[in-house]
């Protein structure tokens, strides 16, 4: 006999209706009971029964979709119905094993069952609570004789869905063996229960209420298999999830464990320690390279490593303090390289990067001689001044080489952040040291040579004034305790050579070229271009475009003498040579494109052709490689003498120096009615003239009118006639008052009529009373009348000693003059003589 049937068959029982899912005959379910009429009617029957042989019926309750009851109220309990129709006609006849009170006052309580059979309910005739029903039992249904086909195939299919479910889902294996006493694979109705009662995933009670309720064993066997299906599909969705997980986190917890289990071997063996104690560890290697470490600063680094060994090293403060020493330990405190001061080997590496430049390689040997007697070149700040294209960048590495020294360049063109010279405080995110800091570190040493490129263009934003914070860097007097924000410790700068570089002086705040030695390059005149590409840039120029390789070029390639000249002459004017370098580079490439093109035996176009049997380039060919000339002519009025009212001043811009012509002309008013001369007086200044030149016209106007009043008083031209100045070229901005003496000329020979000499030129200052005042940049001035032909020139006579000083070959040919007031200037431009 099996489970059930020794079980009374009681006609009349009290019913509980259960909520998630029937009860299947043979399982042992706990149900919670929450009415406590039902707990007192069930406790009366284990009193009454002396605690044991109490039955009770499970009706599995209908599913309300609105999840109230008929009258609107929201259902109190579990085991309360309004109608008998609430409960399904089949249910389960069960015995109670034990009844539980809650901790909660008995207010609930838990009450274990084991399933017997399945009963029909017949009526309610008491809906209670307790309900009260009238029950009828099933018979036992055994399955006699050998199973068909269908039935050991739904048997078979259902114990093959058992078994693979169990393998995926750790939970229905674990009820598959809390239940596998009632698993019997011969009895099909058993075997349908038992997959029932197994199986939980998303399981519909209405279909489970489906298999309780069945009595053919194939639909029975059928029904179960359904759900054993969804519960396989369930797990294998719930582990294709799980293995994504896994996926996911298997990797990076297998790289952690390993690693973790890898510092404790080697901390183990005493091969390493922890993180933390290997960076400080690292910090105190580093720090043992510095013999002489300031004691502040060893404080502070101590404070520091203090520190970093009690942060957490997730912290944000960790990562604060450990780039904080990272800065602090790789600055190399007081470590310097030895310095070269041999003046011949400085002097050969001055003449083999650079041609020219006497007066700059003399004053550079003389701070390494100086360098030599006190055993540091250090509280200089040299400042290499000069039009672009003069070397000025290439001068700062080739003295780092001639000290032996490092080097390193930052340009503050533009610069508007007084952070990157001073640094940024710890409290911003991603703070870091200033440039200063930054050279010392990469250089390793506490005396390289530091390049700050273009100084004379310097912004100025809303973040400060970088010229200002240069202040500081660059005073000899107060570099050698530089603060930077980041380290908030003093830095000794002093043993850095600063050289500074700028096109303009006149843009460096005072203050701060003060501070400064200026040394000027004011450029190279026509046979030092000539030399230098013959020398430096022709040869460096080849080589870059393959030119020199003996494989591939042919013999006889490159550029002659002669072109280079013409190169120089009419195509780059400028004080510099990177103009001159640009078009060699042109030459080069077109001549490389010719020569591949010949080897390969393919057509070039006719502007790349070659038009003769030699691969030199010659002033011949030129225009083939780098078309017309750019300049037609050395000067805009070729006839001599000049037109009245002409004059050539000579201007020093940020280029080099040029010939810069004065053009006026008079502008004569008609009467008026009563036969009155109109207008006269006026002048009119145009050509881009910024404030001071137009001032500086104003004053050469009055001073034109006094002397042309001692000169011939009985001229009225400036009364009768309106003046229009003009300097040529409008599009280049001019200011300065260099060309005083040249607007005064230049109205002079207007009122008077008496031309200028075609081959004359004057530069300076006149003041309101006629004196010539000194200007700058003689020596550029004089290249760029030369490079316009001009053979004699008017100078003030403060400027002789400049004179003086420009070397002698560009003197040849010249005809200087020295004025000291404007009389002079008079007598030899439009005097009798």
């Given amino acids: ?227 054993l299906s969804k519960e396989r599909e369930v797990s294998k969705l719930q582990q294709e999830i799980q293995s994504k997980v896994e996926e996911k986190m298997t990797e990076s917890q297998r790289r952690y464990f390993l690693t973790e289990q890898l510092k404790s071997i080697k901390k183990e063996l005493g091969m390493e ?127 780092a080489e001639a000290l032996g020294r490092e080097f390193f360049r930052f340009s503050v063109g533009g610069l508007s952040n007084v952070s990157e010279i001073k640094g940024h405080r710890r409290t911003y995110v991603g703070a870091m040291p200033g440039k200063i800091i930054q050279a010392l570190k990469k250089t390793g040493t506490f005396n390289p040579v530091i390049l700050i490129d273009e100084i004379d263009k310097l912004g100025q934003g809303h973040q400060g004034d970088p010229a200002s914070a240069l202040l500081e860097v660059l005073d000899p007097s107060q570099n050698t305790s530089f603060l930077d924000h980041y380290l908030d410790e003093a830095v000794d700068i002093s043993k850095v050579l600063f050289m500074c570089t700028a096109n303009e002086l006149e843009r460096i705040p005072e203050p701060l070229l003060d501070r400064m030695e200026v040394i000027r390059l004011s450029g190279y005149d026509f046979p030092e271009k000539v030399a230098i590409a013959e020398q430096y840039l022709v040869p460096k120029s080849m080589r870059n475009n393959g030119l020199l390789s003996e494989l591939k070029a042919p013999s006889g390639v490159g550029i002659a003498t002669d072109a280079i000249e013409s190169l120089v002459r009419w195509y780059a004017r400028e004080a510099g040579v990177r103009n001159l370098s640009k078009y060699i580079d042109r030459i080069t490439r077109k001549l490389a494109l010719q020569i591949v093109a010949e080897d390969e035996g393919s057509e070039i176009s006719k502007k790349s052709a070659r038009k003769s049997e030699s691969w030199t380039v010659t002033d011949d060919n030129l225009e083939d490689y780098v078309g017309k000339h750019v300049y037609t002519s050395d000067r805009l009025y070729e006839k001599d003498p000049l037109p009245n009212g002409i004059v050539m001043g000579l201007a020093y811009t940020s280029m080099g120096g040029c010939a810069l012509y004065i053009e006026t002309q008079g502008i004569k008013r008609g009467l008026d009615e009563n036969g009155k001369q109109r207008g006269g007086g006026t002048l009119k200044a145009t050509g881009n003239l910024k404030d001071v030149m137009k001032e500086s016209s104003q004053i050469a106007y009055t001073v034109a009118r006094a002397r042309l009043a001692e000169i011939d008083p009985s001229n009225d031209y400036f009364d009768k006639t309106d003046i229009h100045m003009h300097v040529p070229e409008g599009a280049t901005p001019k200011d300065g008052p260099s060309a005083g003496v040249a607007m005064v000329t230049s109205f002079l020979s207007l009122a008077l009529g008496k031309p200028i000499r075609n081959d004359l030129a004057m530069t300076g200052e006149v003041s309101l009373t006629g004196k010539v005042l000194p200007v700058g940049g003689i020596k550029e001035k004089i290249m760029g009348g030369k490079r316009a032909g001009i053979s004699s020139i008017i100078l003030p006579d403060a400027n002789r000693r400049d004179y003086d000083e420009i070397p002698d070959y560009l003197k040849e040919g010249l005809d200087v003059h020295f004025a000291e007031s404007y009389d002079t200037v008079h007598e030899i431009t439009l005097g009798d003589k």
């Fill in 1 to 227: 006999m099996g489970y059930g049937d020794e079980a009374p068959r009681m006609p009349h029982v009290l019913a509980l209706p259960v909520t998630n899912r029937p009860l299947f005959p043979g399982v042992v379910t706990s149900v919670t009971l929450t009415e406590p009429a039902t707990i007192d009617a069930i406790e009366r029957l284990q009193t009454e029964n002396n605690g044991s042989n109490v039955y009770i019926s499970a009706f599995l309750r209908k599913k309300n979709p609105t999840g109230v009851s008929e009258g609107g109220v929201l259902l109190p309990t579990p085991e309360v119905i309004t109608d008998s129709s609430d409960l399904y006609s089949v249910g389960t006849f069960a015995q109670i094993h034990r009844l539980t009170r809650g901790v909660d006052g008995g207010a609930t309580a838990s009450v274990l069952l084991l399933a017997h059979r399945r009963v029909n309910l017949l009526s309610v005739d008491s809906l209670g609570p307790p309900i009260d029903v009238t029950i009828s039992h099933w018979p036992r249904l055994d399955y006699t004789g050998s199973p068909d086909d269908t039935i050991r195939a739904l048997i078979n299919e259902i114990l093959s869905t058992i078994r693979e479910v169990a393998q995926i889902n750790p939970l229905f294996r674990e009820n598959v063996q809390f239940f596998s006493g009632r698993l019997d694979a011969n009895d099909p109705y058993r075997l349908a229960d038992f997959a029932a009662s197994v199986c939980s995933a998303g399981v519909i009670p209405e279909d489970l209420q489906a298999i309780l309720e069945e009595k053919d064993p194939e639909m029975r066997l059928h029904k179960a298999l359904v759900l």
């Fill in 273 to 399: 320690r922890d993180d933390k104690e290997a960076l400080i560890e690292k910090y105190r290697k580093q720090l043992a390279k510095y013999s002489n470490i300031p004691e502040e600063v060893n404080k502070t680094i101590e404070l520091e490593l203090e520190k970093l060994s009690t942060l957490e090293m997730n912290s944000s403060e960790y990562n604060v303090t450990r780039n904080y020493l990272d800065w602090l330990c790789g600055v190399p405190w007081n470590v310097a390289s030895e310095e070269n001061f041999d003046i011949q080997e400085a002097r050969k590496i001055l003449n083999r990067d650079h041609y020219g430049l006497n007066d700059v390689k003399d004053t550079i040997l003389e701070f390494i001689a100086v360098g030599k007697l006190k055993g540091s070149v250090q509280g200089q700040i040299i400042c290499l001044a000069g039009p672009p294209g003069t070397g000025k960048t290439s001068i700062a590495k080739s003295v």
